[in-house]
């Protein structure tokens, strides 16, 4: 049996036997992935691989051809997914013609607000003091997305999904998004982050998990050192 | 971790979309410019004969502001879906069809809105009968908003094609063709001397459907051309 039922609570995220086929041509899976609270994994893969479409299908945007995704033990489905997954994915959802601070207020509306922040001090902790007038279009490819970054502080969501999120920041910015998965997972979050291969994320070591398309079972490396909770 | 409420994020869209029509006010303004431009050009194609103009007003007015609803419509989705703010909207803890009847309603404020404002000047150009005039502007409120949720549904169906122009347009217009009818046939009935309130009551019945369903249909219509 697998860690699912030996954990006394259901982990955050269960993933089993998840496939997903567009037009009867497959595109990853089978996948399987258990992720608990605490924990970051790593999921590699070469271009194509579909691990964008991975993400997608772990947000609830696409349905899964076969297989589940268990949130915190329930069924995912978009109607039930209420504030538990935040997703950056390579559009980031935001409005060039808007500021910073507009962004991020119209996020905070949409989203809710996690305790004892401010749109103000999330920009101020990605580097971003100073430009909170600013319209975005001003702003480089980087700042949009510490933009967008803020944005995943700001508003509250257990289960990170991040595609690519090392994709057009310096090296401050790379130490930034580490910085920003460390504490996530310290406060009990979870994270997903997809990477072509380069690998940034330096602080601890996370789970990688290898997605090689379709066709190929998942392997899940015994490189599992995270900090969070073992469930074992 | 403390949900907003859906009130909060309905008023976060309206003050969201009211900012970047502001900011885009020069697109905003392209519908009424044209539905202007429209009307001004029939009496010089026509003739300025007043009884002619007159017998005309109320559908020239109609057929102006329909094709000003087109022009105006396909920008409706497009940026959100291009910036990946509609992925964010689908994902948000509230009811999709709530949050784009928001969208759905500020669109009608800053493309609808201003053309209702001049019709009465529109209808001065056109000789239309004073008594009338009371009777185009309630047809418009009731019109324009069903133009725009119609609208809203069948670009929710095309937006996920890269070059939908044509496809919107055919689809869209048989479905807003019954409402210029009723419309305009309200006005003609007035300016007759007949009893004009049927198609009125017709267009309001409409509408209040239309203020139910459509968010809905454009949701799940939205949904399809998200995967």
């Given at each position: ?19 997903y ?5 497959p ?5 399987d ?6 924990e ?5 893969g ?8 991975l993400?997608?299908?772990l947000?609830?945007l ?10 915190n ?16 994915g ?16 119209f ?9 004892g ?30 933009v ?14 991040l ?22 997972a ?10 072509h ?21 998942t392997?899940v ?9 073992d469930?074992? | ?7 909060a ?5 309206v ?8 900011r ?6 392209n519908?009424l410019?044209?539905?202007i ?5 029939f ?5 300025p ?22 022009l ?17 909207l ?6 999709l ?8 309603a ?14 009465p000047l529109?209808?001065?150009l ?20 069903l133009?725009?949720l119609?609208g809203?549904v069948?670009?929710?169906l095309?937006?996920?094609?890269r070059?939908?122009?044509m ?9 807003l ?15 007759a ?6 198609p009125?009551?017709?267009?309001g ?6 203020l ?16």
């Open positions: 049996m697998n860690a699912i039922d030996l954990a006394d609570h259901p982990p955050l995220l269960a993933v089993r036997g998840l496939a086929a567009r037009n009867d041509e595109i990853f899976g089978p996948f992935l258990v992720l608990d609270a605490g970051v994994v790593l999921v590699e070469d271009n194509g691989s579909g691990k964008t479409t993400l997608k299908v947000s609830g696409l349905a899964p051809t076969s297989g589940e995704v268990l949130l033990g329930a069924p995912l489905t978009l109607a039930r997914l209420a504030q538990q997954v935040a997703l950056l390579h559009l980031l959802g935001l409005k060039l013609e808007l500021s910073a601070l507009q962004n991020l207020r996020a905070v509306g949409l989203g809710g607000i996690r305790p922040i401010t749109p103000q001090i999330a920009l101020a902790s990605v580097g971003l003091e100073g430009f909170e007038e600013q319209p975005l279009r001003l702003l480089s490819a980087g700042q949009k997305k510490r967008a970054l803020a944005r995943l502080l700001l508003v509250p969501a257990a289960l990170w999904l595609d690519e999120p090392y994709a057009n920041l310096d090296r401050e910015g790379i130490g930034l998004v580490n910085r920003l998965l460390e504490t996530h310290r406060r009990g979050g979870a994270a997903l982050i997809t990477s291969g380069a690998y940034a994320y330096t602080s601890g070591t996370p789970r990688r998990v290898n997605l090689r398309g379709a066709g190929t079972v392997d490396p015994a490189a599992n050192d995270a900090s969070g909770p469930p074992a | 971790m403390r949900p907003g409420s859906s009130a994020a309905c008023r976060a869209i003050v969201r979309d009211l900012a970047l029509a502001w885009r006010r020069g697109d905003a303004l519908p410019l044209f539905a431009i429209v009307v001004t050009l009496p010089l194609a026509l003739g004969e007043p009884a002619l103009l007159a017998r005309m007003a109320a559908g020239t007015i109609f057929v102006a502001v329909l094709l000003a609803a087109l105006s419509l396909d920008a409706l989705f497009r940026s959100d879906l291009e910036d990946g703010s509609l992925e964010q689908v994902l948000s803890p509230h009811p069809a709530l949050l784009l009847a928001c969208k759905i500020v669109h009608w404020l800053t493309t609808a809105l201003p053309l209702i404002v001049i019709a529109l209808a001065l056109l000789y239309l009968p004073a008594p009338v005039l009371p009777v185009l502007m309630l047809a418009l409120v009731l019109v324009t908003p133009l725009s119609i809203a069948c670009v929710a095309t937006v996920g094609m070059r939908s122009g496809l919107l347009t055919l689809l869209v217009l048989p479905l063709v019954p409402a210029l009818i009723f419309g305009a046939g309200a006005c003609n009935a007035a300016q001397g007949l009893p004009f309130a049927a009125l009551l017709w267009l019945a409409w509408l209040a459907l239309a139910v369903l459509a968010p809905l249909a454009t949701a799940a219509a939205l949904k399809i051309s998200l995967t």
